[in-house]
């Protein structure tokens, strides 16, 4: 299977330091994952997870206090192989727009206030292409209109624009030079609900167009329903389960990920949601053992002692869960 | 037209009321003190013995009328608003019968020159650097630079130029040490070079001073802009160093510089007084000088009167120009 | 406590700072066992070059510089100090008032503010001392300097509040029942307070900038040494033309020492209390 990004046995902490008050907060620890061309993969996990950190070492994003403290992580396009820890971050952002993108979270505030969006595009193009303001902005424009987005943006400044139509242009702007792999952190968060189908859907749409693999984060399992081929499932900065979407859905097999899936309201099921009993561990003094067992109404002794191995289940799904992995090995063949 | 009224139109009723109050406030403060105020700048005036008595009589009108002490104080208010109206701020005590407003046109080229030079000259310098120093604060040379300003921001104005004084007119007498210009004032080279060098120590200290303080705010906002999710999806995508300074971080933290420029014309002004009066250079601040120097109670009052009303009339056109800067002002 | 107890520990600017205010500090103590009263002149040879004898030399009315400087640096503190007490406290008061009411008095208090803002200080308060001539003692010059630093500060103060105000601890605390003055003082002044004292400073500065200014114009009581009026007869007596430097080097330098120290420690304060910088310590979470 061609993959466009791996990282395998990825650890990334946050270390600070400041007034003799040193702090590490393992954002990420021993996270191997594949992203395959093509795809829609989903991550998604209570808030403070890792995921978002998850997305920025993707990006290749590391900027202290992030650090990369183990792992490796790896991009191939087309024939090449490139190791991201050890790019130089000039080749970083070389690659950056023109193969890998990024659609950040919070649209409100990415787009330069004082400057106009056919600037920022300019900005944004200019850096990659070789190209002169007018053929930038015939660019631009041309995009927007495959997107049905009008060209009348191009003239105006961002607060003139709704939060959706803002986060349209950002879409597009991060998308203008047809990447490889697109990197989305929460882009529906802070929309109404109208606007975030219609920002799904031109997600979607981006991606069939231009064949782009789409990496999304969010902790909004509806829109991993409608978007996703595959969802991985992460806890306290581990990975928990992956696999496709409708297995993740309909045979969940890690505790959490049940937890995650039966929270979800359903049309014909009116009895009361259960949630998660007590809370996520912060990641500077994560739990032994498996980080989940705390709050795990099946955890074992084991549970405490060991950490959990990701366990193959066939079929690409994938857990990381005492429960699944002795059931298998007490069952013969 | 939702600017005019959103925008403009407070500004200016601002400008309405800073006017208003200051001058109210210069009518009362003479008031509150006991006394009658005729006798008592005439017993102050030192010079009075060497003005023959006819002279003295005039002044002593000129004075009764300056203070307008007939009738209620309501009248007197009036009075003295009228009087503004016409721009007569009375005649120089010193100098008499020289109108204080002769005297004040005449240092005034000499301050807004020196103070508009050094306001443009720091208020660029600082930013840029600020700006700078701020985007990357870990770079050795920008720490030095920023260390240096932050010892020298809070030094006084008098000590500074008194510094320069010694060293540069003492020690190292390479410029001259007083007035504004030699020679005659013509358009000759000769007279306008010997401006740029009168000018110098005393522009050098106002500019070292503001450009200090503008550094420090500079970098203090780059440091929030810089932190910004828009210069942070810049940088993500690769766009140049100087492609973000320029139009992500200077274009945002221009702004509130300029608030701020309107809001710190009065402090910026006074200094420029007292570097006027270190370096006896020509203009109003000097003027002030010799009318303290000279218990010219007049020229005083005259040029505090005139002072509110030149600069909150200058924090107004800055003010005024600042939808020009901020599209978000200008299209609401 | 904490945070000098940090600042000291890991702040090099902090540090520095604070150890040349506590020299100007014993510095001024010494002025307590000075062998010449503060006003007394002629009472050593005039215009010596510093010695062993007067280690930064004597002036032209007979006085040793060192204890002259004493005199004078307490003296200046003192009026700057002063004058920060009564223009922050009625800042704070004009401030917190104008933020916790809002509407229509803020409108009109804001509106007053920013007037006074504009106007120039100087030569109002040139104005005023001129009119009071001679009536200007240390107490009333501190005084006036106080009454003509409000505004500024007290315009920030406002925004404090206004920001203070819309945290939700104050919502918190407003749900629970608490009331207003339980907020204000329970809540609010213990995250003021540090903004004030390192605000405070900036007022400081200005003051002893101004006391100098208004003693070279002669407008203050010159026979009470204080920077200002030990650099007015430095000039006076033309320590620059006969090159009797060290008259004017003391007050000079010694003013620059203290304003830098004081600028020094109270920047590192705002940075420690930046809500950024209070994150890092903290530890960052994502």
Same mark, same amino acid.
């Given at each position: 299977?061609?993959?466009?990004?791996?990282?395998?046995?990825?650890?990334?902490?946050?270390?600070?330091?400041?007034?003799?008050?040193?702090?590490?907060?393992?954002?990420?620890?021993?996270?191997?994952?594949?992203?395959?061309?093509?795809?829609?993969?989903?991550?998604?996990?209570?808030?403070?997870?890792?995921?978002?950190?998850?997305?920025?070492?993707?990006?290749?994003?590391?900027?202290? *206090?992030?650090?990369?403290?183990?792992?490796?992580?790896?991009?191939?396009? &087309?024939?090449?192989?490139?190791?991201?820890?050890?790019?130089?971050?000039?080749?970083?952002?070389?690659?950056?727009?023109?193969?890998?993108?990024?659609?950040?979270?919070?649209?409100?505030?990415?787009?330069?206030?004082?400057?106009?969006?056919?600037?920022?595009?300019?900005?944004?193009?200019?850096?990659?292409?070789?190209?002169?303001?007018?053929?930038?902005?015939?660019?631009?424009?041309?995009?927007? &209109?495959?997107?049905?987005?009008?060209?009348?943006?191009?003239?105006?400044?961002?607060?003139?624009?709704?939060?959706?139509?803002?986060?349209?242009?950002?879409?597009?702007?991060?998308?203008?030079?047809?990447?490889?792999?697109?990197?989305?952190?929460?882009?529906?968060?802070?929309?109404?609900?109208?606007?975030?189908?219609?920002?799904?859907?031109?997600?979607?749409?981006?991606?069939?167009?231009? &064949?782009?693999?789409?990496?999304?984060?969010?902790?909004?399992?509806?829109?991993?329903?409608?978007?996703?081929?595959?969802?991985?499932?992460?806890?306290?900065?581990?990975?928990?389960?992956?696999?496709?979407?409708?297995?993740?859905?309909?045979?969940?097999?890690? *505790?959490?990920?049940?937890?995650?899936?039966?929270?979800?309201?359903?049309?014909?099921?009116?009895?009361?949601?259960?949630?998660?009993?007590?809370? *996520?561990?912060?990641?500077?003094?994560?739990?032994?053992?498996?980080?989940?067992?705390?709050?795990? *109404?099946?955890?074992?002794?084991?549970?405490?002692?060991?950490?959990?191995?990701?366990?193959?289940?066939?079929?690409?799904?994938?857990?990381?869960?005492?429960?699944?992995?002795?059931?298998?090995?007490?069952?013969? &063949? | 037209?939702?600017?005019?009224?959103?925008?403009?139109?407070?500004?200016?009723?601002?400008?309405?009321?800073?006017?208003?109050?200051?001058?109210?406030?210069?009518?009362?403060?003479?008031?509150?003190?006991?006394?009658?105020?005729?006798?008592?700048?005439?017993?102050?005036?030192?010079?009075?013995?060497?003005?023959?008595?006819?002279?003295?009589?005039?002044?002593?009108?000129?004075?009764?009328?300056?203070?307008?002490?007939?009738?209620?104080?309501?009248?007197?208010?009036?009075?003295?608003?009228?009087?503004?109206?016409?721009?007569?701020?009375?005649?120089?005590?010193?100098?008499?019968?020289?109108?204080?407003?002769?005297? =004040?046109?005449?240092?005034?080229?000499?301050?807004?020159?020196?103070?508009?030079?050094?306001?443009?000259?720091?208020?660029?310098?600082?930013?840029?650097?600020?700006?700078?120093?701020?985007?990357?604060?870990?770079?050795?040379?920008?720490?030095?630079?920023?260390?240096?300003?932050?010892?020298?921001?809070?030094?006084?104005?008098?000590?500074?130029?008194?510094?320069?004084?010694?060293?540069?007119?003492?020690?190292?007498?390479?410029?001259?040490?007083?007035?504004?210009?030699?020679?005659?004032?013509?358009?000759?080279?000769?007279?306008?070079?010997?401006?740029?060098?009168?000018?110098?120590?005393?522009?050098?200290?106002?500019?070292?001073?503001?450009?200090?303080?503008?550094?420090?705010?500079?970098?203090?906002?780059?440091?929030?802009?810089?932190?910004?999710?828009?210069?942070?999806?810049?940088?993500?995508?690769?766009?140049?160093?100087?492609?973000?300074?320029?139009?992500?971080?200077?274009?945002?933290?221009?702004?509130?510089?300029?608030?701020?420029?309107?809001?710190?014309?009065?402090?910026?002004?006074?200094?420029?007084?007292?570097?006027?009066?270190?370096?006896?250079?020509?203009? =109003?601040?000097?003027?002030?000088?010799?009318?303290?120097?000279?218990?010219?109670?007049?020229?005083?009052?005259?040029?505090?009167?005139?002072?509110?009303?030149?600069?909150?009339?200058?924090?107004?056109?800055?003010?005024?120009?600042?939808?020009?800067?901020?599209?978000?002002?200008?299209?609401? | 406590?904490?945070?000098?107890?940090?600042?000291?520990?890991?702040?090099?600017?902090?540090?520095? +700072?604070?150890?040349?205010?506590?020299?100007?500090?014993?510095?001024?103590?010494?002025?307590?066992?000075?062998?010449?009263?503060?006003? #007394?002149?002629?009472?050593?040879?005039?215009?010596?070059?510093?010695?062993?004898?007067?280690?930064? +030399?004597?002036?032209?009315?007979?006085?040793?510089?060192?204890?002259?400087?004493?005199?004078?640096?307490?003296?200046?503190?003192?009026?700057?100090?002063?004058?920060?007490?009564?223009?922050?406290?009625?800042?704070?008061?004009? +401030?917190?008032?104008?933020?916790?009411?809002?509407?229509?008095?803020?409108?009109?208090?804001?509106?007053?503010?920013?007037?006074?803002?504009?106007?120039?200080?100087?030569?109002?308060?040139?104005?005023?001392?001129?009119?009071?001539?001679?009536?200007?003692?240390?107490?009333?010059?501190?005084?006036?300097?106080?009454?003509?630093?409000?505004?500024?500060?007290?315009?920030?103060?406002?925004?404090?509040?206004?920001?203070?105000? #819309?945290? #939700?601890?104050?919502?918190?605390?407003?749900?629970?029942?608490?009331?207003?003055?339980?907020?204000?003082?329970? #809540?609010?002044?213990?995250?003021?307070?540090?903004?004030?004292?390192?605000?405070?400073?900036?007022?400081?500065?200005?003051?002893?900038?101004?006391?100098?200014?208004?003693?070279?114009?002669?407008?203050?009581?010159?026979?009470?040494?204080?920077?200002?009026?030990?650099?007015?007869?430095?000039?006076?007596?033309?320590?620059?033309?006969?090159?009797?430097?060290?008259?004017?080097?003391?007050?000079?330098?010694?003013?620059?020492?203290?304003?830098?120290?004081?600028?020094?420690?109270?920047?590192?304060?705002?940075?420690?209390?930046?809500?950024?910088?209070?994150?890092?310590?903290? +530890?960052?979470?994502?």
């Amino acid at each position: 299977m061609s993959f466009l990004a791996e990282a395998k046995d990825l650890r990334a902490y946050y270390i600070t330091r400041s007034y003799g008050v040193e702090r590490t907060v393992k954002a990420i620890d021993d996270i191997s994952i594949q992203i395959k061309e093509g795809e829609i993969l989903s991550i998604a996990g209570e808030s403070g997870c890792g995921k978002s950190t998850l997305l920025k070492v993707l990006l290749g994003a590391i900027d202290p *206090p992030l650090r990369i403290v183990g792992g490796t992580m790896q991009y191939r396009f &087309g024939e090449d192989y490139y190791d991201v820890l050890s790019m130089s971050v000039d080749d970083l952002k070389k690659k950056r727009w023109s193969q890998i993108s990024y659609i950040p979270q919070g649209s409100m505030h990415v787009l330069n206030p004082v400057r106009k969006i056919g600037n920022t595009f300019h900005d944004f193009i200019v850096t990659h292409r070789d190209l002169d303001k007018q053929e930038t902005g015939k660019m631009a424009r041309n995009y927007l &209109g495959r997107l049905g987005l009008s060209a009348e943006v191009m003239n105006v400044y961002p607060h003139q624009l709704s939060g959706g139509m803002r986060q349209r242009v950002t879409i597009a702007l991060a998308t203008v030079l047809s990447p490889k792999l697109v990197l989305a952190d929460e882009p529906t968060t802070a929309l109404d609900v109208l606007v975030q189908r219609g920002v799904v859907q031109l997600l979607k749409e981006v991606q069939q167009r231009e &064949g782009s693999t789409l990496v999304l984060v969010s902790h909004d399992m509806g829109v991993h329903a409608n978007l996703a081929d595959r969802i991985a499932i992460l806890y306290a900065g581990k990975l928990v389960e992956i696999a496709k979407t409708e297995r993740i859905f309909n045979s969940p097999t890690h *505790p959490y990920t049940q937890y995650l899936i039966e929270s979800l309201p359903r049309l014909d099921d009116k009895s009361d949601r259960t949630s998660i009993p007590g809370r *996520p561990p912060t990641l500077e003094n994560p739990p032994k053992g498996c980080r989940f067992h705390p709050r795990c *109404p099946h955890a074992l002794e084991v549970c405490g002692q060991k950490v959990p191995p990701l366990t193959d289940l066939g079929n690409g799904h994938q857990t990381a869960c005492f429960l699944v992995s002795e059931v298998d090995n007490s069952e013969p &063949g | 037209m939702n600017l005019l009224k959103s925008y403009l139109l407070p500004r200016i009723a601002q400008w309405v009321i800073t006017v208003f109050i200051g001058i109210t406030v210069t009518f009362i403060i003479p008031r509150l003190i006991p006394g009658d105020p005729v006798e008592r700048t005439l017993s102050s005036l030192g010079s009075l013995q060497t003005l023959d008595p006819r002279a003295v009589e005039s002044l002593k009108e000129a004075l009764a009328d300056l203070y307008g002490l007939d009738g209620t104080q309501f009248d007197q208010y009036i009075n003295f608003w009228k009087r503004l109206f016409k721009g007569d701020l009375g005649p120089s005590l010193s100098a008499f019968p020289t109108p204080v407003i002769e005297i =004040i046109a005449k240092g005034l080229p000499w301050t807004v020159g020196l103070l508009t030079t050094s306001t443009l000259i720091s208020w660029s310098l600082g930013i840029a650097l600020g700006t700078l120093a701020g985007y990357s604060p870990k770079r050795l040379w920008w720490q030095i630079v920023d260390k240096a300003f932050i010892s020298i921001y809070p030094i006084p104005h008098y000590i500074l130029a008194l510094i320069l004084v010694m060293v540069f007119s003492y020690y190292f007498p390479i410029f001259p040490l007083v007035g504004g210009a030699s020679g005659k004032p013509t358009l000759s080279w000769t007279y306008i070079s010997s401006i740029f060098e009168h000018s110098l120590l005393p522009a050098t200290s106002l500019i070292v001073l503001s450009t200090a303080f503008r550094f420090i705010m500079a970098k203090a906002l780059t440091t929030t802009v810089a932190g910004s999710d828009y210069v942070g999806y810049a940088e993500t995508a690769g766009l140049s160093k100087w492609r973000i300074v320029l139009f992500y971080v200077i274009q945002n933290t221009m702004l509130p510089q300029v608030t701020d420029l309107g809001l710190s014309l009065g402090a910026v002004f006074s200094g420029a007084l007292i570097i006027e009066i270190v370096f006896s250079y020509p203009g =109003i601040g000097y003027s002030l000088y010799m009318g303290v120097f000279q218990a010219d109670f007049n020229l005083i009052l005259g040029i505090t009167i005139f002072s509110i009303v030149g600069i909150a009339t200058a924090a107004l056109i800055v003010d005024l120009s600042y939808p020009l800067l901020d599209p978000r002002v200008r299209y609401k | 406590m904490k945070i000098l107890r940090d600042l000291f520990k890991h702040h090099l600017a902090f540090r520095a +700072g604070a150890v040349i205010v506590l020299l100007v500090f014993l510095l001024v103590s010494l002025s307590f066992f000075s062998p010449y009263e503060a006003t #007394e002149r002629r009472v050593v040879p005039k215009n010596q070059a510093p010695s062993l004898n007067h280690i930064l +030399g004597t002036t032209a009315l007979g006085q040793d510089v060192f204890w002259l400087l004493t005199f004078a640096i307490r003296n200046s503190l003192m009026v700057a100090g002063l004058a920060v007490l009564i223009g922050r406290s009625i800042a704070v008061l004009l +401030g917190s008032f104008s933020g916790y009411m809002g509407g229509g008095v803020d409108k009109v208090l804001q509106s007053i503010v920013d007037s006074f803002i504009v106007i120039p200080r100087l030569p109002l308060l040139i104005l005023i001392s001129v009119i009071v001539k001679g009536g200007l003692n240390l107490w009333g010059l501190a005084l006036l300097l106080g009454f003509l630093d409000i505004f500024w500060p007290s315009k920030r103060y406002r925004s404090q509040i206004l920001s203070l105000r #819309e945290r #939700e601890f104050t919502y918190t605390a407003v749900f629970s029942g608490m009331n207003t003055f339980n907020i204000i003082l329970k #809540e609010h002044f213990p995250f003021f307070i540090p903004y004030l004292l390192a605000d405070a400073v900036s007022g400081f500065l200005w003051a002893i900038g101004m006391e100098i200014t208004l003693a070279i114009l002669g407008l203050c009581d010159l026979t009470r040494p204080t920077i200002g009026t030990m650099i007015y007869w430095g000039n006076y007596y033309q320590a620059l033309l006969s090159q009797r430097l060290w008259v004017l080097a003391a007050p000079v330098i010694g003013s620059i020492f203290i304003v830098v120290a004081f600028y020094l420690i109270s920047t590192s304060l705002s940075e420690y209390l930046d809500p950024r910088t209070r994150l890092k310590r903290l +530890g960052a979470s994502q």
